[in-house]
């Protein structure tokens, strides 16, 4: 913290002893309009530290019709930059399917609303907060998570789970271990403190993130569907309020530097991290909810990247007004902070609302109570002018709606990846017997046990969660049922990197197939878009060709897309990440005493295998763990075979047919069998079919795939028929270990320990 | 039974234990906030719940220790009424004085969530007399300080008048350090107070209640407060 002011405090010293007194009236020959003293000039320089290029700057002063002001600059730069205006994105995103019967709320807005019927409402969305994890992980994971619990209670909802998508670089790698630790740590300390589940995820390791990890954190809330609250202001002359905690120096240019890749001064960023006060924000969630009950509020946006900024931009723009702001009112932690400071600060746990006037006392009051600050701090005008005031003096005066929707947009030029060589399972010998791979596979960084995760994550308080992590998905009532929702994190990097685009389809697959798997039917999606810097055309390439394997897959499957964030420049010193679009998926179930689970029930019953089994090795686990190689084309998406599939898996849970669901992904089958068995301590014989080599039909990673049990074969065989559903007996339940072919058998106990005991190892140091 | 559960800022399974009331004791519990002087007129009952009571930024349970209610509870407390707290609660009934000891970082020195296996050692208080003594009860953890110490006097006191009413054990009842995840002293998961009428424990109980849920194995806590008011009456 005292770091973060220091430099702060330093940067704007040094530029005033630089710059004193009205310095800047002459820039490119246009005259300023203000008369500003004691502020910097508007050099080339400060123009490319606050990450806008020549062009866009032309474009800001042909906008204005002057120079800006050193204030006005910082304003531009928080709304310009990548993280906030989606320039790289935004055409392409405009290409994916928003809409359902079932969509409320569609991209736009803090999150995403969904209807579930009995007048509730799903309140979700996914954001990453990777640069700054990357920097400082326990405050950069925890303000992730508040930034997202932030909003979905903007929205009026009350959080009931959230969900989190981790990608490290190499465990080998020296910084690893310290980045796990912190970011595992700082997202417990949030949501723990703050007290929503954290029902699920995942995580990987992979030598491309060792200069960015990616933190993706999901939030989902309850709210009631016609008390829904939105950012759009409405009506002139309605005060604008302050809420939460105070303005601090913290987190200034956070936007900015998420939006800008590393090079080797990464450490040095560490002043834009924001700190994180999850007590704050459970006193916030508490008092807005409660003003809200109240009817006191028009709008409210939650002051997330760009602060103060973005935020009143944002209301005064959607409703068409103008917004006017105080800032001698605004509640600061500091002294002496400037309107640039102000402006730009990213401290956390901070709300805007309009107030309905008639209710201000009232909402003050409730504010005071939870012991929050509470301040007017502007009003909404007519003028769709955004002005800020400062100590007597103007410091920005801007056109409202153009700051957001003249932001540039950039059809940037992009390069599809290189087709890679489909691989035939002939084609690769084993090295290793089917059960040493096995072992090898699920002792390996990225198929291991994430216990040691999840336990440092309270995933029961609220007293709703059906299914814990470690299964498909995540199963949470929905206040006292009998409905609940399935919740799932899902993406693929590796098959991304090989084919963006079956990559992208790829991830919406594998999250409508988790919900599927424990009887959930899929209703919609938040894409968090990971990826390098999209000023190069190869990375362009690969976000153009993933947005347009999601949008296929989304529309094939009806599983539209409600929100989203887009994190671009993951990038150290040239090396990309490798495309990470991860998929947070919602589902519904009418019946939470219904939902599967992946455990074996009972001895003797009949394991079935669900789809089509060619044996694709490419990409796959086992050839990157066992063979030492990483390539191929990934597996490709039938998304006609994954919705009959699914809606077929989804009909047998619902009449009973099935005793156990797992959907088959990384790994393969026999790493979908294995974690069956041990989470349920009974193993099971199990027979390859002949036609396809023994070790591709046990680890290919074919898609549109479940493992099913089954007390009674033959009406499942029978509907699979009548349907044309490729269905096999692949062997049966029972023993204590796992036996197939003519292999040593494998103690699931033994499995088990293997399971468990990577990461702890690992993270004690001791791997 | 009229219960009666404190809501502190920053304290987080207040629904969870007004849930587990409700469901057990028929009864809606009465929600007391921190700035209040007095509980409900007729409380039976005390509950304080877990969370993170003022962001548990000085020390766990400290602040609220000094909360304006909790004069109330002390002196409800003095009287012989009956309080449950529970995980934050517990930390806050040290810091108050209402129970000797103090609540460490875990062992580990990391937050644990996971279903833990507790020993019921004794069953004829208001808080086990729905148990055996000797049965195992599984109930969840979800905390980074439940490490239990005090002073090796107050220990055997404690042991001496059987005021340790759950241990973490295995789930055959053996005591091992294996299955006492966070360390504390003796595997010590809850204690009364002197008197019988104080109960602090980190475990959930409030988080197991519902069959339908999975589990129940926390009922038999708030089973067994409603039948001693049940008999009282």
Redesign the interface.
């Known amino acids: 913290m005292a770091a973060a002011c220091s430099r702060a405090l330093w940067i704007t010293s040094n530029w005033r002893r630089d710059n004193p007194l009205t310095i800047w009236e002459r820039v490119e020959g246009i005259e300023r309009l203000h008369v500003i003293s004691n502020q910097p000039a508007i050099t080339a320089k400060l123009i490319a530290e606050h990450g806008l290029k020549p062009d866009e700057y032309e474009r800001l002063v042909k906008l204005i019709g002057r120079a800006p002001t050193f204030t006005e600059l910082g304003i531009f730069s928080a709304m310009w930059n990548e993280h906030c205006s989606y320039k790289s994105s935004k055409i392409h995103l405009r290409t994916l399917p928003t809409k359902a019967p079932w969509v409320i709320q569609g991209p736009g807005e803090n999150a995403g609303v969904i209807d579930i019927g009995d007048g509730l409402a799903v309140v979700f969305k996914m954001e990453s907060h990777n640069h700054p994890s990357y920097i400082e992980p326990y405050q950069g994971a925890a303000t992730g998570v508040g930034g997202i619990l932030r909003d979905v209670f903007t929205m009026g909802a009350r959080p009931i789970a959230c969900l989190n998508a981790l990608s490290f670089g190499d465990p080998d790698n020296a910084r690893t271990r310290h980045l796990v630790s912190g970011v595992v740590?700082g997202i417990?300390?949030y949501g723990?403190?703050?007290?929503v589940p954290t029902v699920g995820g995942e995580m990987r390791f992979h030598r491309r993130y060792d200069g960015n990890c990616l933190v993706n954190a999901m939030a989902v809330g309850i709210a009631e569907k016609d008390k829904i609250f939105y950012s759009a202001a409405s009506g002139v002359g309605m005060p604008i309020v302050y809420l939460g905690s105070k303005t601090g120096r913290d987190g200034i240019h956070g936007a900015t530097m998420a939006s800008a890749e590393f090079g080797a001064d990464a450490d040095e960023k560490r002043p834009t991290v924001q700190v994180g006060?999850?007590?704050?924000e459970?006193?916030l969630l508490e008092a807005c909810l409660e003003i809200m009950a109240k009817g006191c509020v028009i709008a409210i946006q939650d002051m997330g990247a760009a602060g103060l900024t973005c935020s009143a931009v944002e209301m005064g723009a959607k409703g068409d007004l103008g917004v006017v702001l105080d800032l001698d009112s605004v509640p600061c932690r500091e002294t002496g902070m400037s309107a640039y400071e102000m402006m730009l600060s990213e401290s956390q746990e901070r709300m805007l609302m309009v107030l309905k006037p008639e209710k201000e006392k009232e909402a003050e009051a409730i504010f005071r109570k939870?012991?929050l600050d509470f301040a007017v701090v502007g009003t909404t005008t007519p003028s769709k002018r955004f002005v800020v005031r400062h100590g007597g003096a103007v410091m920005a005066d801007l056109p409202i709606k153009e700051l957001g929707d003249e932001a540039p947009v950039y059809e940037r030029p992009h390069t599809a990846s290189a087709r890679r060589e489909i691989i035939a399972a002939a084609a690769i010998k084993p090295p290793l017997p089917s059960a040493d791979a096995l072992e090898k596979l699920i002792g390996s960084a990225d198929l291991c046990s994430k216990r040691w995760v999840?336990?440092?994550?309270?995933?029961?308080?609220?007293?709703?969660t059906?299914q814990r992590p470690g299964g498909d998905a995540a199963v949470v009532?929905v206040n006292e049922?009998p409905k609940a929702l399935a919740l799932t994190a899902d993406v693929t990097p590796r098959y991304c990197e090989a084919d963006p685009f079956e990559g992208g389809k790829q991830a919406v697959a594998e999250a409508w197939r988790n919900l599927s798997a424990v009887g959930a039917r899929p209703l919609a999606l938040t894409d968090n878009l990971n990826f390098g810097n999209p000023e190069r055309p190869e990375i362009m390439g690969q976000l153009v060709g993933a947005i347009r394997g999601i949008g296929e897959a989304a529309r094939a499957l009806d599983f539209p897309i409600v929100s989203g964030n887009v994190s671009l420049y993951n990038e150290t010193n040239g090396q990309a990440i490798l495309p990470t679009p991860t998929i947070g998926g919602v589902g519904i179930l009418d019946d939470?005493?219904a939902s599967m689970t992946i455990a074996f029930k009972a001895e003797g019953e009949s394991i079935l295998l669900l789809g089509e089994t060619v044996g694709w090795l490419g990409q796959s686990l086992y050839l990157r763990e066992v063979c030492g190689r990483e390539d191929g084309a990934p597996p490709p998406v039938d998304l006609a075979a994954e919705r009959r599939h699914g809606e077929f898996v989804r009909s047998l849970i619902r009449e009973g047919l099935v005793t156990a669901v797992h959907d088959v992904s990384d790994g393969g089958l026999l790493v979908a069998l294995a974690e069956m068995a041990m989470v349920s301590r009974i193993g099971a014989v199990l027979e390859a079919p002949h036609g396809v080599p023994a070790h591709a039909f046990w680890f290919g990673e074919d898609q549109a795939r479940y493992v099913l049990t089954t007390k009674d074969q033959g009406p499942v065989e029978r509907r699979a028929k009548a349907e044309a559903v490729p269905l096999i007996r692949i062997g049966a339940t029972g023993g204590w270990v796992l036996a197939f072919d003519d292999e040593w058998p494998l103690p699931v106990e033994a499995l088990s320990k293997h399971f468990e005991s990577w990461l702890p190892s690992y993270m004690a140091g001791s791997r | 039974m009229k219960s009666a559960v404190l809501v502190f800022?920053?304290i987080?399974?207040e629904?969870?234990m007004a849930?587990?009331l409700r469901l057990i004791s028929g009864r809606e519990p009465a929600l007391v906030w921190h700035a209040e002087t007095e509980l409900p007129p007729g409380t039976d009952l005390v509950v304080i719940p877990g969370?993170?009571s003022?962001?548990?930024?000085l020390r766990c349970g400290a602040i609220a220790a000094r909360a304006p209610i909790m004069d109330a509870v002390r002196a409800f407390a003095a009287g012989g009424g009956l309080v449950l707290a529970v995980c934050n609660g517990f930390q806050i009934a040290c810091e108050a004085g209402l129970l000797p000891g103090v609540l460490m970082r875990n062992s580990q020195l990391?937050?644990?969530?996971?279903d833990v296996y507790l020993r019921v050692e004794r069953s004829d208080t208001p808080f086990t007399r729905g148990y055996n003594a000797g049965q195992v009860i599984r109930v969840?953890v979800?905390h980074?300080e439940g490490n239990y110490i005090a002073d090796g006097e107050t220990i055997a006191r404690l042991e001496g008048e059987g005021r340790v009413l759950f241990r973490y054990s295995a789930p055959d009842g053996i005591i091992d350090p294996n299955w006492n995840h966070n360390g504390a002293i003796n595997a010590i998961a809850g204690i009364v107070n002197e008197r019988g009428n104080v109960l602090g424990m980190m475990p959930?109980p409030?988080?197991h209640?519902?069959a339908?849920?999975?589990r129940t194995d926390g009922r038999g806590l708030f089973a067994g407060l409603v039948d001693h008011f049940k008999l009282a009456a």
């Not at chain 1, 723990?192 to 007290?195: A, E, I, M, Y």
């Not at chain 1, 006060?277 to 704050?280: I, K, L, T, V």
């Not at chain 1, 999840?454 to 709703?464: P, W």
């Not at chain 2, 003022?54 to 930024?57: K, L």
């Open positions: 740590a417990g300390g723990n403190s703050f007290g006060d999850p007590f704050s459970k006193l939870w012991g999840f336990e440092q994550y309270d995933h029961v308080i609220l007293g709703n059906v009532r049922g939470f005493t | 800022p920053g987080n399974r629904r969870d849930r587990a969370g993170f003022y962001g548990d930024y990391r937050f644990i969530c996971r969840p979800a980074g959930h409030e988080n209640v519902e339908a849920m999975g």
